[in-house]
């Protein structure tokens, strides 16, 4: 049988519908409106009653990602999408002051990820989400990084479990690669190992590269 290899997530605004993480990451939930009624939608938006209940329009909802997605239309008007707190102003605050005091596992496991999602609903802040949090999501992302980094490095045959309780799923997998790396060197110094290998992350960009240059 052939080895099975993960399927990365896609990136910006494109999902990846081979790839498991964006499956859970659309699964995440967004606050919302009903514009108008939803017909026979009561159970699916989690309003209770039986499967041939309506949404009434105006009726605050949380909705699945996925479905989000759906159901926006700009031209109808059938839900509008309102964002999750921990990309509101305030909370970039925080992140400005420092990045590594927050627990993005517990705010939004795919909090990278599920930001860029939010730029394919209308809303007032997208704009400032286009142009500014999308700079505060890259200086987030590098002011974790080389914590990530420096802990994947400085932690062989220990216990993780504790530095990786509050990274998000692509810091999460950064943490691994970093930890495959230590754990391979460590092998190849004490000659377990005939020869180092190149991460699979740098092959695949290296394969991305020269398809470019093909093209």
């Excluded at 926006?72 to 970039?92: G, M």
């Excluded at 980094?149 to 045959?157: F, I």
């Excluded at 509050?166 to 000659?191: I, M, P, S, T, Y």
Aim: charge should be negative; hydrophobic fraction near 35%; charged fraction near 25%.
């Amino acid at each position: 049988s052939e080895a099975y290899f993960p399927v990365g997530p896609g990136l910006g605004m494109e999902e990846n519908f081979l790839s498991l993480d964006d499956i859970l990451m659309s699964q995440e939930k967004l606050p919302g409106r009903a514009e108008s009624a939803l017909p026979r939608l009561a159970v699916l938006m989690g309003q209770g009653g039986g499967s041939a209940e309506s949404v009434p329009e105006g009726s605050k909802l949380e909705i699945p990602l996925w479905l989000a997605k759906g159901l926006h239309d700009s031209k109808r008007r059938i839900i509008s999408v309102e964002l999750p707190k921990i990309y509101k102003e305030a909370w970039r605050t925080v992140f400005s002051a420092d990045a590594n005091v927050v627990d993005l596992h517990k705010m939004g496991p795919y909090y990278y990820g599920f930001g860029s999602q939010l730029l394919n609903f209308e809303n007032p802040e997208n704009p400032e989400i286009a142009q500014t949090d999308s700079v505060c999501s890259l200086q987030t992302f590098i002011a974790r990084f080389r914590r990530i980094m420096d802990s994947s490095q400085n932690a062989y045959n220990e216990d993780t479990s504790a530095l990786v309780a509050r990274l998000d799923e692509l810091e999460r997998a950064l943490f691994q690669v970093g930890q495959k790396g230590l754990n391979d060197f460590q092998c190849w110094e004490k000659g377990q190992a005939s020869q180092i290998t190149a991460s699979s992350l740098v092959q695949n960009y290296g394969k991305r590269k020269l398809t470019e240059v093909d093209g």
